[in-house]
Nanobody, 125 residues
């Protein structure tokens, strides 16, 4: 069964850090570029970051550049999202997914499949 499972979310104060993990089962993660997305209540799902198959190319949403870092360990079939200097506006459910259709818009959810169930990130004092 092809599956992605996210973990690492939680409640953190503004300025704090979290590291999210996205673990694949049933397939080899190395075959895919992986995207991290988030969805806040009442808002559309938005792309946060993308990492290429090899890990050599990474892309970020402008509002998280310099604060978030995406990485992957293909030997562990895992992609990570290190989130530092968190802000209340980062509060959302975070998802990972495999990029299966290519376009110039890397952040469009329509180009991704195998979505995990998500992990809640809440930034609040």
């Amino acid at each position: 069964q092809v599956q992605l499972v996210e973990s690492g979310g939680g409640l953190v104060q503004p300025g704090g850090s979290l590291r999210l993990s996205c673990v694949a089962s049933g397939f080899t993660l190395e075959s895919y570029a992986i995207g991290w997305f988030r969805q806040a209540p009442g808002k559309e799902r938005e792309g946060v970051s993308l990492i290429s198959n090899s890990g050599r190319t990474t892309l970020y949403k402008d509002s998280v550049k310099g604060r978030f870092t995406i990485s992957r360990d293909n030997a562990k079939n895992t992609v990570y999202l290190q989130m530092n200097s968190l802000k209340p506006e980062d509060t959302a459910v975070y998802f990972c997914a495999t990029r299966t259709r290519y376009s110039s818009d890397w952040a469009a959810p329509a180009h991704y499949d195998n979505w995990g169930q998500g992990t809640q990130v809440t930034v609040s004092s």
